[in-house]
């Protein structure tokens, strides 16, 4: 209780200090109680721009805060755009913890000493952020491989530090007029969450797993290989990767590495994870991407650091694909029917007001030339329409639309005139063939075949089952919702059976066609 009221009282001398509460009564209804507040803190220098305030208070505070203002400046959606501007200046810079520490977390965890576990095991740790910190260690069979460790005492640290964050954001919810719009109780809980993932490595040893299969033989991105027999919820270890990071775009043009072709790749690389796996690094930006220069691997990018993913199911990808098409065809009444359809829009919101607002955000950019356009940033206007309208903005979308402008600015860093539009759309449009015309009836096919196989057999004996229980209650309104359900079913299976005989019938006859054809040809 001591230390927590001695944090509390740290916060708030910084937050005095920063004029942090300045910021908050700048919503009051009567400006007298912030000319009040500044009366009493005459001492203090304000003048500066408030976002930088900010920024610099939370960093004073540490590395808890600061991650809490890279998720905030992620939050575009809800924060004013001169604080989110500046909040992407937040760097995670943490000293390094002892490695005595590190070794006896090691050793707790993996039941071993490091000079057991290992045949070599480097004490000066070579990369620490605010989670965790990186050893490089040499298996016994001679493999090498990165050590990532967990900083002792983190959960206690950040149950403290977020419950204060709790309270703070219940204060600004209550006392501040924008509090409430800006959700501070649900944010702070988003990080909470957030931040609690992080501390589980093997959750970040799974994802990497995860994006290593879905990139297996690709020859675009590399993911280390973990070994699951050293890995536990505070210590990982997994293959060393070796490459030179990407934001030393002198080193890689010096090594002959094509910039514009790895800016194209990166934006391929992004539109993979999100489109067709439905599963994506979060946490794209550049000192956690190395391209490798070894020969037989040269050019490709290597993803690092993988406490972050995010996830789109097949409804949201369906929303991205309705959007991403009506948008290529500026066809904005859909747009807006696309955001009302999927519930993200009350049931009451007016199509054309929607479609009015949604055409004045998009058509000035459009007009212009498509180099000079951003994609992150047609996304984050159309969220920032869509608060007036009281859109819900999905946090999966929110993470899809940081990476985004993380991807964007990464290409455009290695090659100027990037043309994300041009570079995205071929891909974008071959998706959306797959899933919504033809093919993609085809490959869903393909997926309800082999449920509704199951479910055939067993239609003669739920259809007695539900007629004789409709019989016997037919007062019943849960007996005849059954029914109706059941027949609908029926239907369904049956149009089913239809299509598959229809096909399978018109595929068989086109067979026996060709091969009378090419005997009569060999005659």
Same mark, same amino acid.
């Given at each position: 209780?001591?230390?927590?009221?001695?944090?509390?009282?740290?916060?708030?001398?910084?937050?005095?200090?920063?004029?942090?509460?300045?910021?908050?009564?700048?919503?009051?209804?009567?400006?007298?109680?912030?000319?009040?507040?500044?009366?009493?803190?005459?001492?203090?220098?304000?003048?500066?721009?408030?976002?930088?305030?900010?920024?610099?208070?939370?960093?004073?505070?540490?590395?808890?805060?600061?991650?809490?203002?890279?998720?905030?400046?992620?939050?575009?959606?809800?924060?004013?755009?001169?604080?989110?501007?500046?909040?992407?200046?937040?760097?995670?810079?943490?000293?390094?913890?002892?490695?005595?520490?590190?070794?006896?977390?090691?050793?707790?965890?993996?039941?071993?000493?490091?000079?057991?576990?290992?045949?070599?095991?480097?004490?000066?740790?070579?990369?620490?952020?605010?989670?965790?910190?990186?050893?490089?260690?040499?298996?016994?069979?001679?493999?090498?491989?990165?050590?990532?460790?967990?900083?002792?005492?983190?959960?206690?640290?950040?149950?403290?530090?977020?419950?204060?964050?709790?309270?703070?954001?219940?204060?600004?919810?209550?006392?501040?007029?924008?509090?409430?719009?800006?959700?501070?109780?649900?944010?702070?809980?988003?990080?909470?969450?957030?931040?609690?993932?992080?501390?589980?490595?093997?959750?970040?040893?799974?994802?990497?797993?995860?994006?290593?299969?879905?990139?297996?033989?690709?020859?675009?991105?590399?993911?280390?290989?973990?070994?699951?027999?050293?890995?536990?919820?505070?210590?990982?270890?997994?293959?060393?990767?070796?490459?030179?990071?990407?934001?030393?775009?002198?080193?890689?043009?010096?090594?002959?590495?094509?910039?514009?072709?790895?800016?194209?790749?990166?934006?391929?690389?992004?539109?993979?994870?999100?489109?067709?796996?439905?599963?994506?690094?979060?946490?794209?930006?550049?000192?956690?991407?190395?391209?490798?220069?070894?020969?037989?691997?040269?050019?490709?990018?290597?993803?690092?650091?993988?406490?972050?993913?995010?996830?789109?199911?097949?409804?949201?990808?369906?929303?991205?694909?309705?959007?991403?098409?009506?948008?290529?065809?500026?066809?904005?009444?859909?747009?807006?029917?696309?955001?009302?359809?999927?519930?993200?829009?009350?049931?009451?919101?007016?199509?054309?007001?929607?479609?009015?607002?949604?055409?004045?955000?998009?058509?000035?950019?459009?007009?212009?030339?498509?180099?000079?356009?951003?994609?992150?940033?047609?996304?984050?206007?159309?969220? +920032?329409?869509?608060? *007036?309208?009281? !859109? @819900?903005?999905?946090?999966?979308? &929110?993470?899809?639309?940081?990476? %985004? #402008?993380?991807?964007?600015?990464?290409?455009?860093?290695?090659?100027?005139?990037?043309?994300?539009?041009?570079?995205?759309?071929?891909?974008?449009?071959?998706?959306?063939?797959? +899933?919504?015309?033809? *093919?993609?009836? !085809? @490959?869903?096919?393909?997926?309800? &075949?082999?449920?509704?196989?199951? %479910? #055939?057999?067993?239609?003669?004996?739920?259809?007695?089952?539900?007629?004789?229980?409709?019989?016997?209650?037919?007062?019943?309104?849960?007996?005849?919702?059954?029914?109706?359900?059941?027949?609908?079913?029926?239907?369904?299976?049956?149009?089913?059976?239809?299509?598959?005989?229809?096909?399978?019938?018109? #595929?068989?006859?086109?067979?026996?066609?060709?091969?009378?054809?090419?005997?009569?040809?060999?005659?």
């Amino acid at each position: 209780m001591l230390l927590r009221s001695l944090r509390l009282f740290k916060i708030l001398r910084v937050a005095v200090l920063y004029g942090l509460d300045e910021i908050a009564t700048s919503g009051f209804a009567k400006p007298r109680i912030a000319r009040a507040i500044n009366m009493v803190f005459f001492w203090r220098d304000i003048s500066a721009p408030r976002g930088e305030r900010l920024r610099r208070a939370l960093e004073d505070l540490g590395p808890i805060f600061i991650k809490f203002g890279q998720v905030l400046s992620t939050r575009r959606d809800l924060m004013p755009p001169d604080i989110a501007n500046e909040l992407t200046r937040l760097q995670d810079r943490v000293p390094p913890f002892d490695s005595d520490l590190a070794i006896l977390q090691i050793q707790k965890s993996l039941g071993a000493h490091p000079n057991e576990l290992f045949a070599s095991f480097e004490r000066t740790p070579v990369a620490s952020a605010s989670i965790a910190q990186v050893h490089f260690a040499t298996l016994k069979d001679g493999t090498e491989v990165a050590v990532k460790v967990l900083r002792p005492g983190m959960r206690s640290t950040i149950d403290n530090d977020i419950g204060l964050m709790h309270v703070a954001a219940d204060w600004l919810e209550r006392w501040w007029a924008d509090g409430r719009r800006l959700k501070a109780k649900e944010v702070v809980g988003e990080f909470d969450k957030y931040l609690h993932d992080e501390l589980d490595l093997m959750r970040e040893a799974a994802n990497a797993s995860q994006l290593r299969r879905n990139f297996a033989g690709s020859d675009l991105l590399m993911v280390p290989e973990m070994h699951w027999d050293y890995c536990s919820s505070s210590v990982i270890v997994m293959e060393r990767m070796y490459g030179i990071p990407i934001s030393q775009t002198e080193r890689l043009r010096d090594e002959g590495v094509d910039l514009s072709k790895l800016s194209r790749d990166g934006v391929e690389i992004f539109f993979t994870q999100v489109f067709r796996d439905g599963f994506f690094h979060a946490d794209m930006h550049p000192g956690n991407i190395l391209v490798s220069v070894a020969p037989e691997t040269f050019g490709r990018y290597i993803a690092l650091d993988f406490g972050i993913v995010g996830t789109l199911n097949d409804f949201d990808k369906d929303y991205l694909s309705q959007n991403f098409l009506a948008f290529f065809r500026r066809d904005y009444k859909r747009v807006a029917e696309a955001h009302i359809e999927s519930g993200w829009a009350p049931k009451e919101t007016r199509v054309d007001e929607l479609e009015a607002a949604v055409r004045a955000c998009c058509e000035p950019i459009f007009d212009r030339p498509l180099k000079d356009i951003s994609f992150g940033q047609v996304l984050l206007r159309l969220f +920032q329409t869509s608060r *007036r309208f009281n !859109v @819900e903005v999905q946090p999966q979308l &929110v993470l899809l639309q940081k990476t %985004l #402008l993380n991807v964007e600015g990464l290409g455009r860093q290695l090659d100027p005139d990037l043309d994300l539009w041009k570079t995205a759309k071929p891909y974008l449009e071959r998706w959306m063939s797959e +899933q919504i015309g033809w *093919r993609g009836f !085809v @490959e869903q096919l393909k997926v309800e &075949v082999p449920r509704y196989s199951r %479910l #055939l057999p067993q239609l003669p004996r739920l259809a007695h089952q539900a007629l004789t229980q409709y019989t016997e209650g037919q007062n019943q309104p849960q007996h005849a919702e059954l029914l109706k359900k059941l027949v609908s079913e029926q239907r369904r299976t049956n149009m089913l059976l239809g299509i598959i005989v229809y096909f399978g019938g018109g #595929l068989i006859g086109g067979v026996v066609v060709i091969q009378i054809l090419m005997h009569l040809l060999h005659l």
